[in-house]
């Protein structure tokens, strides 16, 4: 059972991001504000449910949620100014979006860069202890997947409905025969070894 909030009593706005790890596409991060005494026993840390549960949660959080936003940091965005910082900007679109502003702001992870106006704190494996960063994951998960299928249908070579950017072998096989498009992460080692590739036509 994840906890429904840090502090009793306060407006925070839980935020995560999602793909971070990948070679193509952007970052995608979501803030959400869940009402107080919300309590859902099927949010969870989206890795470890499946497509179909984080369709269905993705429903429910934007129908109860009391404010909920998603944004991204484009993969030239990403080359430009390194993918932690372009994970940290995502969060701060989201967090700027949101409908209602919070009074306090619970990150995923070790690090962030701080909101001009709001405070925050940091939750390793935030995800899988607080209710609203769990919620934000799963926006922030499926609204990325989304994403990438519609990429996908411009760009079948590089299976992205089924990989969603993230190196695997296939995915890595495709750059090489075929090239890197204007949604690799250039910045990124997109084949091992430093091993040449050239781009996508």
């Not at 910082?85 to 860069?113: E, N």
């Not at 997947?145 to 950017?165: C, E, I, K, S, V």
């Not at 949604?183 to 070894?193: A, C, D, K, Q, Y």
């Amino acid at each position: 059972m994840l906890l429904p909030y840090h502090t009793d009593g306060r407006l925070e706005a839980g935020c995560d991001e999602a793909g971070r790890g990948c070679l193509a596409g952007p970052v995608y991060a979501a803030a959400v504000i869940l009402p107080p005494g919300y309590d859902n026993p099927r949010l969870n840390d989206s890795k470890k449910l499946d497509e179909a549960a984080r369709d269905a949660l993705r429903g429910e959080i934007e129908r109860d949620a009391l404010a909920w936003a998603v944004a991204s940091c484009s993969p030239q965005e990403i080359d430009r100014i390194n993918i932690f910082q372009a994970s940290y900007r995502a969060m701060h679109r989201a967090v700027d979006a949101l409908s209602v502003p919070p009074d306090f702001l619970l990150i995923d992870g070790k690090f962030f860069v701080p909101h001009a106006t709001l405070d925050h704190c940091c939750v390793i494996k935030g995800d899988g202890k607080y209710q609203s960063i769990a919620a934000a994951g799963i926006l922030a998960k499926t609204h990325r997947d989304q994403h990438m299928m519609g990429l996908h249908a411009a760009y079948p070579q590089f299976t992205w409905n089924t990989n969603r950017g993230y190196p695997t072998r296939p995915h890595r096989a495709a750059i090489e025969a075929y090239g890197a498009t204007k949604h690799h992460r250039r910045s990124f080692t997109l084949l091992p070894g430093g091993k040449q590739y050239r781009l996508f036509e």
